[in-house]
Nanobody, 115 residues
Framework: QVQLVESGGGLVQPGGSLRLSCAASGSIFSINIMGWYRQAPGKQRELVARITSGGSTNYADSVKGRFTISRDNAKNTVSLQMNSLKPEDTAVYYC?????????WGQGTQVTVSS
């Protein structure tokens, strides 16, 4: 049983920063992809950023240059540093772990960017 626990969401003003963290526990195959997705009200869930166990990263165009994803393979954690936040970044952010074709999800953490 794999569990993902997120932390770090909250309310921040435009231009501010937040850091999201996610810890995975359980039986986890060492070769995997960890990432963050988000879902705003009335919209589909979308990829924000992901990182392979080898360290390769992908970012959504909308967050490039502002967000940075990182991971600690020894601790099975992934983090998302979010800078220069915009109101359009407001969403529920979900941690994701993908092993081959199986996806595991965290419960989600709310990020609200508002003045």
């Amino acid at each position: 049983q794999v569990q993902l626990v997120e932390s770090g969401g909250g309310l921040v003003q435009p231009g501010g920063s937040l850091r999201l963290s996610c810890a995975a526990s359980g039986s986890i195959f060492s070769i995997n992809i960890m990432g963050w997705y988000r879902q705003a009200p009335g919209k589909q869930r979308e990829l924000v950023a992901r990182i392979t166990s080898g360290g390769s990263t992908n970012y959504a165009d909308s967050v490039k240059g502002r967000f940075t994803i990182s991971r600690d393979n020894a601790k099975n954690t992934v983090s998302l540093q979010m800078n220069s936040l915009k109101p359009e970044d407001t969403a529920v952010y979900y941690c994701n772990l993908r092993v081959v074709t199986t996806n595991y999800w965290g419960q989600g953490t709310q990020v609200t960017v508002s003045s």
